[in-house]
């Protein structure tokens, strides 16, 4: 069975960076897709970024460019997703989630497992 486990999240103060990672475990194939979304207070859960199987394709919502990085370990089975200048609208739990059937989507419905989340704090 497949799990994802993100990790890194925290409280911390506008224009400071965070790095989370997403750990995935019980499949052998590293050819899958991650994407990251998150979910505020009272809001409905965004698309952040994705990244493709290899790493050679990368998507970022508007909020993201610029600021924040995705990249991926395949030794490791892991996703990280650097964020840089943060700032307190970034405020969210945020989920990776593994698409072993495409390229990576905006959409949520593409992606078949789901991690519980980490929460990401960001004062004034």
């Known amino acids: 069975q497949v799990q994802l486990v993100e990790s890194g999240g925290g409280l911390v103060q506008a224009g400071d960076s965070l790095r989370l990672s997403c750990a995935t475990s019980?499949?052998?194939?590293?050819?899958?897709?991650v994407g990251w979304f998150r979910q505020a207070p009272g809001k409905e859960r965004e698309f952040v970024g994705t990244i493709n199987w290899n790493g050679n394709v990368r998507n970022y919502a508007n909020s993201a460019k610029g600021r924040f990085t995705l990249s991926r370990d395949n030794a490791k089975n892991t996703v990280y997703l650097q964020m840089n200048r943060l700032k307190p609208e970034d405020t969210a739990v945020y989920y990776c989630?593994?698409?072993?059937?495409?390229?990576?989507?905006?959409?949520?419905?593409?992606?078949?497992?789901w991690g519980q989340g980490t929460q990401v704090t960001v004062s004034s």
């Open positions: 019980g499949r052998i194939s590293s050819r899958y897709a």
């Open positions: 989630a593994a698409d072993f059937n495409g390229s990576g989507s905006q959409r949520e419905y593409e992606y078949e497992h």
